[in-house]
């Protein structure tokens, strides 16, 4: 899918990335390109989320450089940024009442000028948003009233609002149900694949990760990681050094699973 | 849609505000007939309107405006709907300020410098000791704020004690705030303006900030300019407010909240709301406070407290949530 001729959407360049002193990356060199579909995997406290945070230009690297479109984070403005690569945090509240539609609205902030309305295409977009993960019914709610899960949903649909080419997402699937998972993440995929946008998961579940991404990261501790298709990273060998506990690798109608030994 | 109520509800609201205007105009010790002061102006009606009751209606309405701005703006930096200068000790600080440069002998300008320094320090304290792991506690928060008021209250108390007791306006007015000796809020007004009009221009990105600094920053807000300005105008509005009137509760955790209740939650309509009725409310209470047990006069920061400390327990109680 990638075109070869076009600039990767990321590029990490040496970059090292460490928290408190322990690294979590060290001279990371690799390329997200538009149409892949990247998982992160580690440990617990292995620092998934603080490299997705570097990754969105929203903490600076410890040392090396990553480019967004040939240019490095740090010299866009945010909200320039913020128009090429879409962040989804872990855990969002907001402290005062807000519908979802307002909620998911808050995504095309980036594409308004300073003091403008959204349109009513913007409105359009942001609804487009909210089928895509079943919460059409829901725009009127408050965001406070709804389940875990729910919310969940519409902090994605914000996401996909914000029409970003490259999408990170930290634990999409957290408190989301069985159905949910797969559904959202097939839509997610099915998404970046039409529109050849790029995804980067970080995900826990690693038969998500081995059905969903084509390219994998792993974070092996100590700043050693592994990357590359998902195929070939993704062994019953690696993925047990990785979570230090045996695996068994069973082949299923869907693709192969690992069940903890 | 989310977007109709903003017109109806900001029209309705500047229909309040002249009408309050009207109301305060006319109520005082003294009947005085509006029309007739007008037409005669060397008669003792005129004189008590232009030069008693309309620079009172203009400093409460400016005072109410920048509380009810102070309040909305301090609810987004600290992302808790319970934020109000008063009770952070915000408006405690701008009062030891204004107090110390008074005691000083210092001049308007000064005045207003060292109310505003005092007010920025005690949003800084606030800002730095309540910051919890990651997010806003609100007990932590509360508590700072609490106990920061206590602290300049006893420090206003203390200048009071030391200060010859005939040069200085009463203890109400630092404590609890007073518009008995209001004069025409000339630097109250532009200041209102600054505030805003900046604030109207920021809104779009208080939204998206109300959410937390990470996330604004993901949605492509320039978050430590944006938190920056927050804190200066917010510590402008409230040392605005205090060198005008002392220091009056509530006001800026009443007025959002009532539009919050009416559906105005984005900040693009809230703050040009906000202004409006944070205006009406403590104009309304001035005139209630001079006409209640007249002749005599409330201060009116009493009557703010009777009015807000019911509702902020309320909204206390009401935060607490099933879930934790």
């Not at chain 1, 990356?25 to 149409?35: D, K, P, S, V, Y």
């Not at chain 2, 309309?54 to 930096?77: E, S, W």
């Not at chain 2, 998206?208 to 927050?230: D, F, H, P, Q, S």
Request: net charge positive; hydrophobic share 50%.
């Amino acid at each position: 899918m990638a075109d070869q001729t076009s600039p990767p959407l990321l590029r990490c360049i040496d970059t090292t990335v460490t928290i408190a002193g322990m690294p979590v990356t060290r001279q990371l060199n690799m390329a997200i390109e538009a149409g892949q579909c990247w998982c992160i995997l580690g440990r617990n406290g292995a620092g998934k989320t603080t490299l997705l945070h570097t990754l969105a230009g929203l903490r600076a690297a410890n040392a090396g450089r990553i480019e967004c479109l040939k240019l490095e984070l740090h010299k866009y403005r945010r909200r320039q940024l913020a128009r090429h690569l879409g962040v989804l945090l872990q855990d969002q509240e907001s402290p005062f009442p807000v519908s979802v539609l307002e909620t998911v609205l808050q995504g095309r902030h980036p594409h308004l000028h300073t003091w403008q309305w959204e349109t009513a295409a913007d409105v359009e977009i942001a609804r487009q948003a909210l089928s895509m993960v079943g919460l059409e019914s829901f725009d009127q709610r408050n965001i406070q009233t709804l389940s875990g899960g729910e919310r969940q949903r519409a902090a994605i649909a914000a996401l996909l609002a914000q029409d970003t080419q490259l999408l990170l997402l930290d634990e999409p699937t957290s408190h989301l149900d069985l159905h949910h998972r797969i559904q959202i993440l097939e839509r997610l995929v099915q998404h970046c694949r039409d529109s050849s946008r790029a995804l980067v998961l970080v995900l826990h579940d690693i038969n998500l990760a081995a059905r969903f991404a084509d390219r994998a990261l792993l974070l092996l501790g100590d700043g050693v990681t592994l990357h590359g298709e998902a195929d070939e990273v993704l062994q019953t060998g690696t993925l047990e050094r990785l979570f230090g506990h045996p695996l068994v690798a069973v082949e299923t109608r869907v693709g192969r699973a690992w069940l903890p030994a | 849609m989310y977007r109709l109520p903003a017109l109806p509800l900001l029209l309705a609201l500047a229909a309040a505000s002249l009408l309050s205007v009207w109301f305060s105009l006319n109520t005082g010790s003294a009947p005085v007939d509006i029309r007739e002061a007008i037409r005669t102006p060397d008669s003792t009606a005129a004189r008590i309107l232009w030069e008693l009751r309309l620079p009172r209606t203009a400093a409460a309405f400016v005072t109410g405006a920048l509380l009810g701005l102070a309040g909305a703006l301090m609810q987004v930096l600290l992302r808790n709907p319970l934020a109000d200068p008063y009770v952070l000790g915000v408006s405690g600080g701008a009062s030891f300020g204004a107090l110390l440069a008074l005691l000083a002998g210092a001049g308007t300008a000064a005045l207003q410098g060292s109310a505003f320094a005092g007010a920025l320090l005690s949003t800084l304290l606030v800002f730095s000791l309540a910051h919890g792991r990651g997010s806003w506690d609100t007990t932590r928060l509360l508590l700072t704020g609490v106990v920061l008021a206590a602290g300049w209250g006893a420090m206003i108390s203390l200048l009071l004690a030391l200060s010859p007791a005939q040069q200085m306006q009463g203890m109400l007015f630092w404590l609890m705030g007073d518009l008995s000796y209001a004069q025409l809020p000339v630097a109250g007004t532009a200041g209102l303006l600054v505030v805003a009009v900046t604030a109207i221009f920021l809104s779009p990105s208080l939204n998206v900030m109300a959410g937390g600094e990470l996330y604004a920053a993901a949605r492509g807000v320039a978050v430590n300019k944006v938190r920056t300005l927050i804190y200066l105008l917010g510590a402008l509005a409230t040392a605005l407010a205090v060198t005008q009137a002392g220091n009056i509760g509530f006001v800026g955790l009443v007025a959002p909240h009532l539009l919050r209740l009416a559906g105005a939650r984005d900040h693009r309509v809230l703050i040009p709301a906000v202004i409006l009725l944070g205006g009406t409310l403590l104009l309304c209470a001035d005139a209630l406070s001079r006409s209640l047990i007249a002749p005599r006069q409330l201060p009116v920061g009493v009557l703010t407290a009777l009015i807000g400390v019911p509702m902020f327990l309320f909204l206390l109680y009401r935060s607490r949530r099933p879930d934790g």
